[in-house]
């Protein structure tokens, strides 16, 4: 099983951006769902995560009412749209998958990841 993230980009402050991430089993919808990110010369940090229904999100504050976490279990997809971006945002971002059903921050409970897709927000 493997997770693929697509999207990465450089955009102007104020602009939008969406990544996506595939995941290639079949037990997508089991699980919850999210995205991490780590900036240069700084640790990875939570970025949004999504229930296994695809209902239940939550966020990083610095991030809340600019991305949108969002799946589409019948394409084994998990989305992160970025709007309204910063320069403080510019990352490489990573998908995760946790078995839990419920979103969570904490990394270690995730047990599967992506590589990383760039994201690089001009001032």
């Known amino acids: 099983v493997q997770l693929q993230a697509f999207g990465r980009g450089l955009v102007q402050a104020g602009g939008s951006l969406r990544l996506s991430c595939a995941h290639s089993?079949?037990?997508?919808?089991?699980?919850?769902m999210g995205w991490f990110r780590q900036a240069p010369g700084k640790e990875r940090e939570f970025v949004a995560s999504?229930?296994?229904?695809?209902?239940?999100?939550i966020y990083q504050d610095s991030v809340k009412g600019r991305f949108t976490v969002s799946r589409d279990n019948a394409k084994n997809t998990v989305y992160l749209r970025m709007d309204s971006l910063k320069p403080e945002d510019t990352a490489a971002y990573y998908c995760?998958?946790?078995?839990?059903?419920?979103?969570?921050?904490?990394?270690?409970?995730?047990?599967?990841w992506g590589q990383g897709t760039l994201v690089t927000v001009s001032s």
């Open positions: 995760a998958r946790t078995r839990r059903t419920k979103p969570r921050r904490e990394a270690g409970l995730y047990d599967l």
């Open positions: 089993g079949r037990t997508f919808s089991s699980y919850a």
């Open positions: 999504i229930d296994k229904h695809g209902i239940e999100t």
